[in-house]
């Protein structure tokens, strides 16, 4: 995890266990359907599900094109309108192959944390953690075995930042 202290002492946690690929899809539209701005910082290993988790997140947010992973564009961005007519901005980064967090001044990342209204989903943030400001939500995704066979499945852990809980913003009505 990273060394946010303002996440790690958070009170509010919410551990999920998804079995299955619905199970990401329903976490999506959960998520989809909270007020969140500013960061969120996707945590796991490869093949976590981190991409998958964000492709449904998309689609719920009311994306309805296909979702490309920014592995090697470091940078995906999204305009998405709203039941309300107005312009969701939606930035889907994937960081794995960040040398030096610097990089991400040189693309103008700064601009997309910025921007107000903003939702900035983030994937492997920890490679650029000294200069990321505090994530509104991190989400950790361990792959776990659900069941004799060896079938997997993820366990996601959810943390809100103070501030986004200040706000009002509960975690604990996400179910699966």
């Not at 997140?57 to 107005?86: D, M, R």
């Not at 980064?93 to 040398?99: H, I």
Request: charged share 20%; hydrophobic share 40%; proline share 5%.
């Amino acid at each position: 995890m990273h060394n946010d202290q303002s996440i790690e002492s958070s009170d509010i946690v919410q551990t999920l266990i998804l079995n299955f690929e619905q199970d990401t899809q329903l976490l999506a539209k959960q998520l989809a359907a909270l007020p969140l701005t500013g960061s969120v910082w996707l945590a796991g290993d490869l093949g976590a599900g981190k991409t998958t988790l964000t492709r449904y997140w998309l689609h719920a947010l009311g994306h309805t094109g296909a979702v490309k992973s920014p592995t090697y564009t470091l940078v995906e961005p999204y305009s998405i309108e709203q039941s309300n007519g107005t312009i969701k901005p939606v930035y889907h980064a994937d960081l794995y192959r960040l040398q030096d967090p610097e990089e991400l001044s040189f693309i103008g990342f700064d601009e997309y944390l910025d921007e107000p209204e903003a939702l900035v989903i983030i994937e492997w943030a920890s490679r650029a953690d000294g200069y990321l400001p505090m994530p509104t939500l991190f989400i950790d995704m361990i792959q776990v075995e659900n069941d004799d066979k060896g079938n997997e499945a993820r366990q996601v852990i959810l943390q809100l930042s103070k501030t986004v809980q200040a706000q009002g913003i509960d975690l604990t009505n996400l179910q699966i």
